[in-house]
């Protein structure tokens, strides 16, 4: 999306695919500090997108010519076929098996790990990063396991077992390598500290699905690139979210196929539900984790936003964000919590991006 400021004339981009799914944003030009308000009209919102893909079952014709698969076929192909995907490793499952079994000790955790050479080095290098306040003083599993505590552990073997997984660069999407990972990372941690907050029981489950809430675009990448004629076509209608992009020409999105996902690799359904509704959790609405989950992903898409345009660096408190409302509500969360939380959750990722980079 292009935009100019209507008082210095600076135009600014942000690629279709960084646009937050919120309806309005506005913040001061970071050239001359005049207001500038983005209306991203109806599509902006996850329930605009839900109606298209009605109106896609009736378009047929807006298959590409060179692919006649129906939604549900081309589906059911990526779904038979995520061997090519980079699974996140048993041990992670295992893990967190472990710790949720009350008869079970930090230790066995420790020892499952040491079995996992790199998944072992990745949580003993992020384990001496600033964020976990260990700066080269954690030496081993063990004593990371001891030092820690269960809840960093936790943290640290999806942060471990997921960087391949989310590292890759995706050209559907252009997205550069390292680019959806540091996104997935910022929700994440932002999920976390929402939790934190008001929900301290739906702590880890927070973390966990915000690391992996769009792993259906990595699935979704070569459809994007192959139909890259009809995306680009489609976005440039004007005032598009990439999100109905993909329900309008795929027939379904990233958040359907990686609920889809998520089931084949038996995550449980409260987990993979937050990820089906990240974009539209109206349809949730009673259900915390998706509220924590989608708020999260539109700080960290407004952050993204935010400092393609320059303005991350002039301090994020005069931003004014327009977000679901019920949302807000349901999370206890005021605007100036927004930046409370990006910051922190900006923060995180930067202490951890300086010890461990994706591979
Ligand atoms: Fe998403
Ligand atoms: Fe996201």
């Known amino acids: ?62 298959a590409p010519a060179d692919d006649q698969q129906t939604a549900e076929e081309l589906k059911n192909r990526i779904l038979s076929n995520l061997s090519g995907l980079p699974s996140i490793p ?11 079994d009350p008869n079970s000790s930090t230790s066995k955790v420790a020892e499952l790990i040491e079995t996992d050479q790199a ?29 820690l505590g269960d809840k960093a552990l936790g943290e640290l ?5 997921t960087s391949s997984l989310l590292g890759n660069k995706l050209y559907g999407y252009a997205m550069d390598s390292g680019e959806l990972w540091r996104h997935s990372m910022t929700v994440a941690f932002g999920s976390k500290i929402m939790a934190q907050r008001h929900m301290p029981q739906l702590e880890n489950d927070a973390f966990s699905v915000g690391l992996i809430h769009d792993v259906g675009k990595l699935v979704l990448d070569r459809p994007v690139l192959n139909r890259k004629s009809l995306f680009d076509e489609f976005m440039a209608a004007g005032d598009k979210t990439f999100l109905s992009a993909e329900n309008r020409i ?18 449980p359904d409260t987990l993979a539900k937050a990820i089906l509704y990240h974009h539209r959790p109206s ?18 898409n407004m952050a993204a936003a935010m400092s393609m345009v320059g303005h991350i660096q002039s301090g994020i408190d005069a931003v004014m964000y327009m977000v679901d409302d019920t949302v807000m509500e349901r999370l206890a969360l005021g605007e100036k919590d927004l930046g409370v939380v990006m910051e922190a ?15």
Request: hydrophobic residues 45%.
């Open 250 to 267: 795929l027939g379904f999105d990233h958040a359907e196929i990686g609920y889809d996902i998520c089931r084949q690799w038996q995550i």
């Open 119 to 147: 998944i072992a080095a990745k949580v003993l290098k992020m384990a001496n990063s600033a964020y976990y306040g260990m700066s080269g003083k954690v030496s081993s599993i063990q004593h990371a396991a001891v030092v």
């Open 90 to 100: 048993q041990i992670v499952f295992k893990a967190h098996e472990i710790m949720e």
């Open 1 to 62: 999306m292009n935009f100019s400021c209507s008082s210095c004339h600076k135009t600014y981009t942000i690629p279709d695919g960084k646009l937050p799914s919120t309806k309005k944003l506005a913040f001061p030009c970071p050239d001359c500090g005049h207001r500038i308000e983005l209306n991203l009209g109806d599509n902006a919102s996850g329930d605009a997108a839900t109606a298209e893909k009605t109106s896609v079952a009736a378009a047929p014709t807006s």
């Open 345 to 359: 959750a900006l923060d995180a990722v930067e202490k951890i991006m300086l010890e461990i980079a994706p591979s």
């Open 283 to 300: 349809a949730a609405a009673d259900d915390d984790l998706v509220s924590i989950v989608s708020m999260a992903d539109t700080i960290a």
């Open 157 to 161: 073997i999806t942060l471990a077992g």
